[in-house]
């Protein structure tokens, strides 16, 4: 059974789609994703620049949209 400071340490998963949802489409709609048809380099490149541009993504955020979208929307 894990200890207290075990449980705090293990990682947390994130659920990216929701991450996208809530913090992408404050500039723009889904649907510019969905068609972007993009890389895992392609897609982290354009999290860096919309993180950039004052998207609110911390690291892990980004990390986790990034496979999302890799995933959900690469070629």
Known sequence: MPTPEQEEAAPVALDAK???EERCTSCHDL???ERA???NEEWKAMVERMVEKGAQLNQAE???VIQYLAETYGP
Do not use: D, I, S
């Open 18 to 20: 929701p991450l996208l």
């Open 31 to 33: 649907g510019r994703v």
């Open 37 to 39: 048809n993009k890389t």
């Open 62 to 64: 980004q990390e986790a």
